[in-house]
């Protein structure tokens, strides 16, 4: 299958098998090798990339459905106004071993591009990967961080009101 799609800012063209999942369209055929490889079966996070801006498992995730996509990978964060999440994990010296941080990172940053000034508990909430170090209470905090330092989102125009009908 030839897919079309937008990864990290640039268009790709690539024929691969359209079952073969993102993880690996990503790992061994664009040799993108930030996203990790956890449990294969969509539990752990580990492998969490951003499709059309939502995080997503890329282990589950069928090439197939990114066709005309636009997908996001740790190479491209920075890319998207999402630097500051990364500096904030460096901050508070969140990772042990590491290896799950890419998918941490990738979560929290959909996470705060919807609600950029999360609670606890909507971090509770919209987290759910898992750390085999135990890294939670750090990322809390690097998530409240990345939210301060963030810029704020660009409000919306507010379209003119339209003129006033001339009274007869
Ligand atoms: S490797 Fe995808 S969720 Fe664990
Ligand atoms: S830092 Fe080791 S698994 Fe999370």
Redesign the pocket.
Known sequence: MSLKFTLNGALHRLDVDPSMPL?WVLRDELNLTGTK???????????TVHLNGTAV????LPAASIANAEVTTIEGLADIGMAAVQDAWIAEEVPQCGYCQVGQIMTAAALLKANPNPTEQDIEKGMGNLCRCGTYNRIRKAIHLSAASLPAPESEPVPESPSEEPTP
């Not at 490889?37 to 492998?47: D, E, N, V």
């Open positions: 993880l490889f956890g449990c294969g079966i969509g539990q752990c996070g580990a492998c498992r890329s282990c589950l």
